[in-house]
């Protein structure tokens, strides 16, 4: 239990227990996003593109919540962000590109980050069941069909309902609730059935 820490995060700037917070919290993403239902189940691909598309998918439903949460959760997010791509730059020079390809590289992740992020945001926002079902489809599971990503659909959904209700000192301490994906697996998105988001 991090008793306070979220009062904390205001004034320690990049301390130590700010940066083990945003540790746990990445590394609380990453476990979510490498459940084996996903890929087992939902259809991810399990593939460097696949991990990646779903890491994203990932940290990018924490940020719509931190979005809509006080202070300090833009600092946070920006951590976050910043802690997700210093990973990414770790892991490609340890695949053995080199120093003049890992630039050019991580501004295509930069790129396929936001324009994911774009893109989630808006369908998210106006739910529009159809058109993030159509995105998850071509950017995660790499399928020019809709209906593939129906499942996966219903898996976002139910992950971004659960985290509209968590606060900031929840995403702090005990991590973002994302659910098991093997109950979505044979689930079916209807029209309409999208989540309304709420703020605190």
């Not at 084996?36 to 939902?42: K, S």
Request: some cysteine; glycine content about 8%.
């Amino acid at each position: 239990m991090i008793a306070g820490l979220v009062d904390r995060l205001r004034t320690l700037g990049r301390s130590r227990p700010r940066e083990r917070a945003i540790e746990a919290l990445h590394h609380r993403i990453n476990t979510a996003s490498r459940q084996p239902g996903l890929y087992t189940e939902l259809g991810v691909p399990d593939s460097l593109e696949g991990r990646f598309e779903c890491l994203i998918l990932h940290v990018i439903l924490v940020l719509r919540r931190l979005k809509d949460l006080p202070e300090p959760a833009a600092d946070v997010a920006q951590d976050l962000v910043n802690s997700v791509f210093l990973q990414l730059d770790s892991s490609l020079r340890e695949s053995g590109i080199g120093d003049f390809g890992v630039p050019k590289r991580m501004k295509k992740l930069g790129a396929a980050f936001y324009g994911r992020a774009e893109g989630y945001d808006a369908a998210l926002d106006a739910g529009d069941v159809a058109a993030l079902r159509a995105a998850l489809a071509r950017n995660v599971l790499g399928l020019e069909a809709p209906d593939a990503a129906d499942s996966l659909t219903c898996y976002v959904q139910a992950a971004a309902a659960a985290l509209s209700e968590t606060s900031l000192d929840g995403l702090i301490e005990t991590g973002p609730p994302f659910p098991s994906p093997d109950p979505f697996a044979t689930s079916r998105a209807e029209p309409g059935a999208l989540s309304t988001r709420t703020t605190p």
